[in-house]
């Protein structure tokens, strides 16, 4: 089943059935890498991809809303009467709902106030309709309170009014809700809070700069950090790149994600001798280019990598380019497929004509992308994704 010559970079989802906290995941990998092998498919130069969410489990990293609403009130050190301020978080039932929960259980005798960015989220998830804000902004400016909408909200795609899921989310906890849209960080100080959490995901440190000298303020990756009274549950992303899990449980993502990485990198080399590296992927950086939407709700696309892939740029040359320039040249199609080998192999400077249409992108970046479209949000069975010849 050893793949021909011919074929050229490629990936495969590997199946490795069901999953549960606490398994012996490395072990389980080992069983269907062996499988893998012996039909002659794992070869040095490989990428095995994990997604974050087994490895996660596996490692049964689990927090409760209980546990969260008590880290933000020792962090910041909120009573239960206090005003909470959260801005910018995405639209998202799975990634941001639960959260939610836990912060505003932090000061069920207070108020959280939302602040939500509009028409969409940073990733793309509508709030409202870009109809609609041009209107609000009409009758009310730049900023503009929840009730203050004429008419539904919904999502487009999933259908859900996420106004209302987050009010609704916040009153389940006692506390009072108080929704407002506006894409200025500066306005949740108008409300006086008591501490505030910037609760975007990629620009989460530029919010905060600006909120922090006014009001103490942190970011989602500040907690659920570390381990605290004996908890073993931490990531050092934090609260970034949660998933909601049963109950008012989160699933983290992956501790030591390079660490996990590299101690299986090590056991593979010495079960099969092969030398190959690995990639703990989560969503990939792709923008759906239906709906706008950009599917990398995760702090990065990968939580974990090898050495061998860790900062290393993807480059390439632009075949079109240089076959086009060869054949006006007059060379026969021999020499041409010659020239582009070399060319290829050569090193040229990033702003090279050579290179021209194919920008260098970090590996880790396109490895996890790949990986997550096989593999799929939608979930295809296949934890394990192996990835050939993609580094030469």
């Given at each position: 089943m050893k793949l021909p010559d011919y074929v050229g970079p490629c990936a495969f989802g590997i199946k490795m059935g069901v999953i549960v906290p606490g398994c012996d995941f490395t072990g389980m990998m080992l069983d269907a890498l062996e499988k893998v092998d012996r039909d002659e498919l794992l070869s040095d130069g490989d990428v095995i991809c994990i997604t974050e969410s087994v490895v996660a489990r596996s490692q049964k990293n689990y927090v409760t809303t209980d546990e969260v609403a008590e880290e933000v009130q020792e962090v910041l050190s909120l009573k239960p009467h206090h005003r909470l301020g959260v801005v910018f978080p995405i639209a998202s039932r799975n990634r941001f709902a639960l959260v939610l929960k836990g912060l505003a259980q932090a000061v069920p005798q207070g108020e959280v106030v939302l602040q939500l960015s509009y028409p969409a989220d940073e990733v793309g998830n509508q709030i409202i309709s870009p109809e609609l804000a041009q209107e609000m902004e009409k009758k009310k400016g730049t900023c503009f309170a929840a009730e203050?909408?004429?008419?539904?909200?919904?999502?487009?795609?999933?259908?859900?009014?996420?106004?209302?899921?987050y009010k609704e989310t916040i009153e389940s906890t006692g506390a009072r809700p108080r929704i407002i849209l506006c894409n200025d960080p500066r306005k949740i100080l108008e409300y006086r809070p008591d501490a505030v959490i910037a609760a975007d995901i990629h620009t989460r440190e530029k919010t905060k700069a600006i909120i922090e000298p006014h009001v103490r303020c942190i970011t989602l990756q500040e907690l659920c950090c570390t381990s605290r009274g004996g908890r073993e549950a931490c990531c050092e992303?934090?609260?970034?790149?949660?998933?909601?899990?049963?109950?008012?449980?989160?699933?983290l993502a992956p501790r030591e994600g390079d660490r996990y990485a590299c101690d299986l990198q090590e056991q593979i080399k010495t079960k099969f001798g092969k030398e190959v590296e690995v990639v703990i992927y989560g969503d990939g950086a792709y923008k759906d280019p239906s709906s706008g939407i950009y599917e990398l709700a995760d702090p990065k696309p990968a939580f974990g990598v090898t050495p061998g892939i860790n900062s290393v740029m993807r480059t390439?040359?632009?075949?079109?380019?240089?076959?086009?320039?060869?054949?006006?040249e007059g060379k026969p199609e021999e020499e041409i497929r010659s020239m582009v080998e070399k060319a290829s192999k050569r090193e040229r400077e990033i702003n090279s004509i050579e290179s021209e249409g194919t920008t260098p992108r970090r590996l880790e970046d396109v490895l996890a992308s790949l990986a997550d479209l096989v593999s799929g949000s939608a979930d295809a069975g296949t934890p394990m994704v192996l990835v050939k010849r993609i580094i030469s």
């Open positions: 203050d909408l004429n008419r539904g909200h919904a999502h487009p795609l999933t259908g859900v009014d996420y106004i209302r899921l992303w934090g609260l970034l790149g949660s998933n909601m899990s049963s109950g008012n449980r989160l699933k390439g040359v632009k075949y079109k380019y240089l076959i086009d320039l060869h054949h006006e």
